[in-house]
T-cell receptor
Framework: LAKTTQPISMDSYEGQEVNITCSHNNIATNDYITWYQQFPSQGPRFIIQGYKTKVTNEVASLFIPADRKSSTLSLPRVSLSDTAVYYCLVGERANNLFFGTGTRLTVIP | GAVVSQHPSWVICKSGTSVKIECRSLDFQATTMFWYRQFPKQSLMLMATSNEGSKATYEQGVEKDKFLINHASLTLSTLTVTSAHPEDSSFYIC?????????????FGPGTRLTVT
């Protein structure tokens, strides 16, 4: 399994763009990168998944460089309700089950 | 969107007793469900994969005789913590994939907080 490394915590002011980077140096050819969001005492919620280059949806963007050894989750204009833990997972597309340590994002008014 | 529920949302039991946690897919059928455990301030740890109509697949280090999983129907998986001890106190979360949509997206239940006294 590809090991992932994320910052333990980040702070950001409301309205700013937040970028959370995940390192996965030994990612395999068949591996995808998936991000989940988790609020306290709730189950995680899927945010985005990508394989290479850039993926964008209605809530976030995912940037993956050519070597795929890292990825960056970008949250545009965060609000207080974005305060949560963000997890980066690396694994087969339909079998991405192992959570990393997560990044605790705190959005400050 | 796909909805996964869990029951109960929290439970307190005495050491040595058993407790059952239910995981249901409310609007879709799930041949496979997953059970996770999460200790405070820690990440989710995959415990087992629950397969409808067959035995569960347990991750290394997870005692299958202690954490009994039964996936008797396409919408229900149960996790029974047998002979619970205080160290089993944790947040238990199940998930499933909706075959109608993105095969790679897991839908998580709201979790069950177990406290063993």
């Amino acid at each position: 399994l590809a090991k992932t490394t994320q910052p333990i915590s980040m702070d950001s002011y409301e309205g700013q763009e937040v970028n959370i980077t995940c390192s996965h140096n030994n990612i395999a050819t068949n591996d995808y990168i998936t991000w989940y969001q988790q609020f306290p005492s709730q189950g995680p919620r899927f945010i985005i998944q990508g394989y290479k280059t850039k993926v964008t949806n209605e809530v976030a963007s995912l940037f993956i460089p050519a070597d795929r050894k890292s990825s960056t989750l970008s949250l545009p204009r965060v609000s207080l309700s974005d305060t949560a833990v963000y997890y980066c997972l690396v694994g087969e597309r339909a079998n991405n089950l192992f959570f990393g340590t997560g990044t605790r994002l705190t959005v400050i008014p | 969107g796909a909805v996964v529920s869990q029951h109960p949302s929290w439970v307190i039991c005495k050491s040595g007793t058993s407790v059952k946690i239910e995981c249901r897919s409310l609007d879709f059928q799930a041949t496979t469900m997953f059970w996770y455990r999460q200790f405070p301030k820690q990440s989710l740890m995959l415990m087992a994969t629950s397969n409808e109509g067959s035995k569960a697949t347990y991750e290394q280090g997870v005692e299958k005789d202690k954490f009994l999983i039964n996936h008797a129907s396409l919408t229900l998986s149960t996790l029974t913590v047998t002979s619970a001890h205080p160290e089993d106190s944790s947040f238990y979360i199940c998930s499933a994939r909706d075959p109608r949509g993105r095969s790679y997206e897991q839908y998580f239940g709201p979790g069950t907080r177990l406290t063993v006294t």
